[in-house]
């Protein structure tokens, strides 16, 4: 009796790490990441007042809680023993201080690398190098690794991603996994067991219909990523998201257009990763990223993405999305450049999913419409919804039942 007790408690301590990956991302992670706004361009006093201004600003106690430091934090070499290293200039104190740092204000820690043999910006990748970089995140004290698909020549993402993914799970350290090969290899249809993210398009940039091009590369923009998630809605869901990448709000677009690209991410129940200069940030920025009640549609339990419901022929486009309460989102897109006006007649639209299973007739129920950029109730079901939307702008409503 006494060996098959022991024998059961060496099988459940060598599975420990592998428990202590479940359920880390049961709703759509949200964070900070250095990226969009400083690239490579980063070094530890920087980074330390965002940690700060993270804080100060609010956004910590809207729900967001990882800081992510992307690429350029290493340095251009591992040492002689193989092993990354961050950058003596960059960070003096080394990244295990740099990591207390971020923790000691109450925040999670993430940092970066690539599955290819260098990063995006050319510094050491990790291939080859897998299980001793995820025992290093480990000791520093990693919560989030993003990790890139650059210099991956040769490499099967499907295989590369999986011995990512178990290295982390040897490493005894309970660590998120963001991975980011750009929807390439359709991440939605092998990637939920591997790690609680996927990159579902490619990089997105600060433009909100049209993007333009930016040394030789032209990156997605709000619309282009939107037009892109319908078809794969079904993949995502509690511990495993499709990832549309960062938000670009507070970085050039216009404030309709901010809040419309923070509406529909938060209708995508996708991950909100925060890329702007948290000390430059306006009031109207501040008041964006930190709609607690935008924010609820995001983490809504439930898990699931919204889906396109209708498209008008003024290019008004009606998203749904089903809440776990029983309650809808309900987001009206005015893709335009000009003002539109709608009018909804509930009555008439019945919601059918049948991903989600939500089947309502309006005729038959009423729901109290809440806006929730107003922050006001705007009546019922019972009556039409008539608005005049502006250009690149959103009316997004929670439906609570009645």
């Not at 964070?31 to 956004?59: H, R």
């Not at 993430?110 to 990063?119: E, F, H, S």
């Not at 929807?183 to 490619?202: F, I, M």
Request: aromatic share 12%; hydrophobic share 40%; glycine share 8%.
């Amino acid at each position: 009796m006494k060996k098959a007790l022991l024998a059961l408690l060496v099988a459940f301590s060598a599975a420990l790490p592998l428990f202590a990956q479940e359920n880390l991302a049961p709703t759509p992670p949200m964070g900070w990441n250095s990226w969009n706004i400083f690239q490579t361009n980063i070094n530890e006093p920087l980074l330390k007042s965002m940690v700060d201004a993270y804080v100060t600003s609010g956004m910590k106690d809207a729900g967001y809680t990882y800081f992510v430091l992307d690429d350029g934090w290493m340095g251009m070499e591992r040492d002689a023993n193989g092993q990354l290293i961050a950058d003596p200039k960059k960070f003096p104190n080394g990244m295990k201080a740099f990591a207390d740092y971020v923790h000691s204000r109450g925040l999670k820690f993430g940092i970066y690398n690539c599955a290819g043999t260098k990063t995006c910006a050319g510094y050491p990748g990790t291939r080859g190098h897998e299980y001793e970089d995820a025992r290093l995140y480990a000791s520093w004290g990693v919560d989030y690794l993003k990790f890139d698909w650059c210099y991956a020549e040769g490499e099967n993402a499907k295989e590369a991603y999986k011995t990512m993914s178990v290295a982390l799970k040897a490493s005894g350290r309970p660590i998120v996994f963001s991975l980011c090969e750009w929807g390439s290899n359709r991440p939605w249809l092998w990637a939920k067991d591997d790690g609680q993210l996927w990159r579902s398009t490619g990089d997105i940039g600060p433009y909100f219909a049209e993007s333009q091009s930016k040394n030789g590369w032209k990156p997605l923009s709000v619309l282009n990523i939107l037009d892109r998630q319908d078809s794969i809605r079904q993949y995502a869901g509690p511990g495993h998201w499709n990832d549309p990448d960062m938000l670009e709000v507070g970085n050039g677009m216009t404030y309709n257009e901010d809040k419309s690209h923070f509406s529909l991410w938060c209708m995508l129940a996708a991950p909100l990763m925060s890329g702007n200069n948290l000390h430059t940030m306006s009031p109207q920025t501040t008041g964006i990223l930190t709609n607690k009640d935008a924010i609820a549609i995001d983490q809504d339990p439930l898990g699931m993405e919204c889906f396109k419901y209708k498209m008008s022929a003024d290019s008004v486009e009606t998203l749904v999305r089903p809440l776990a309460n029983g309650d809808l989102a309900v987001c009206f897109l005015n893709r335009m450049d000009k003002p539109q006006s709608i009018s909804f007649d509930w009555a008439a639209n019945a919601i059918n999913d049948a991903t989600s299973k939500t089947n309502v007739d309006f005729a038959q129920s009423t729901y109290k419409l809440h806006d929730l950029w107003s922050k006001k109730d705007i009546g019922t079901t019972k009556k039409p919804l008539k608005q005049t939307i502006a250009a690149h702008d959103v009316v997004m409503l929670r439906l609570i039942r009645q």
